[in-house]
């Protein structure tokens, strides 16, 4: 078997050398730091290398025992993740089919314009969504105060990062805004390959715009679909941009991340050995959700 082995690898070693500078990097930046990320999780390490200390699963069981405020970051990234992901495909997607049937050019407008944020940057956007959010002068309050919509509840400006019941919304909205583009994009380049044929026979057998979507559009974007919920699903598990320039955290711990808490342990407490083991909690997170629904995009695509 070793033989048969090393005779494969010596038959391809024009492809392994070819490959060699994508992956020889991979291994220096990404897979050599994950070990090392595990093996530093059973340590109690700081900066000071000659103290570390071996203690094994202790980092990992007082995480989900004594740790309440990574308790409340695992709850509230599961939150974003139930709230943004949704909203993301269903507003792409309905983008998508909306813009699809326009001309090229307009086509492209709507894809540049959506896309932009995406390319922006998180920082400028968040300082963007400070000032809509502001409670004073924030665009968001003038809005609704020019509505009437404060008069008619009764209240006053709301100050939407600094109220522990809006700003998880506050900062989901942020997220959602510069998230659509991707899967736009993605869905508009699945609904390019659906045969136009099949809805010109469905136009003959009489069948409406809403049948044409769950009979043709739905069945055949499927593999798009679950490719970019998979996708979109890890991306919102690593949210931090957003909550380091917005609302650090707070209030109360309301927009606590995993990913915001393990920057804290690794880079303001200097506590690696607990970030690392914040660090593999999430990757095991994510590395589950990405495995169930990679299973099901195999069984739901199997024609």
Do not use: C
Not at 35 to 50: D, E, I, M, P, T
Not at 76 to 99: G, W
Not at 142 to 160: H, M
Request: aromatic share 16%; glycine share 8%; net charge positive.
């Amino acid at each position: 078997m070793l033989l048969s082995f090393t005779k494969r690898v010596w038959d391809g070693r024009w492809g392994y050398i070819f490959l060699a500078p994508a992956y020889i990097p991979f291994l220096i930046f990404i897979a050599y730091p994950l070990v090392q990320g595990v093996w530093l999780s059973f340590y109690r390490a700081g900066l000071n290398r000659a103290k570390w200390r071996f203690i094994g699963l202790d980092h990992y069981v007082r995480l989900f025992t004594t740790d309440h405020v990574f308790q409340i970051a695992l709850k509230n990234t599961f939150l974003f993740v139930l709230i943004v992901v949704p909203v993301v495909m269903i507003i792409s997607l309905f983008i998508a089919v909306i813009i699809f049937p326009l001309k090229r050019n307009a086509q492209s407008f709507f894809r540049a314009a959506l896309y932009l944020p995406v390319v922006s940057g998180g920082v400028i956007l968040a300082g963007v969504w400070i000032y809509i959010f502001n409670r004073d002068y924030g665009l968001l309050n003038y809005v609704l105060d020019v509505l009437g919509v404060f008069k008619l509840l009764g209240s006053e400006n709301i100050g939407w990062l600094g109220q522990p019941g809006t700003a998880l919304l506050a900062l989901s909205t942020v997220v959602i805004s510069w998230t659509i583009g991707v899967p736009l994009i993605l869905f508009l380049a699945g609904l390019g390959a659906i045969p136009e044929i099949l809805y010109d026979a469905a136009n003959i057998d009489g069948a409406n715009v809403w049948q044409q979507f769950r009979k043709i559009t739905l069945p055949l974007l499927r593999p798009t679909v679950l490719f970019v919920l998979v996708t979109t699903t890890i991306n919102v598990f690593q949210i931090f941009v957003v909550v380091l320039m917005m609302t650090g955290g707070g209030p109360a711990n309301a927009t606590q991340t995993i990913m915001f808490r393990i920057y804290q342990h690794g880079f303001l407490f200097y506590k690696f050995g607990n970030a690392s083991a914040m660090a593999v909690v999430l990757l095991i997170i994510i590395g589950t959700v990405a495995v169930g629904q990679f299973k099901l995009l195999d069984r739901q695509t199997d024609y």
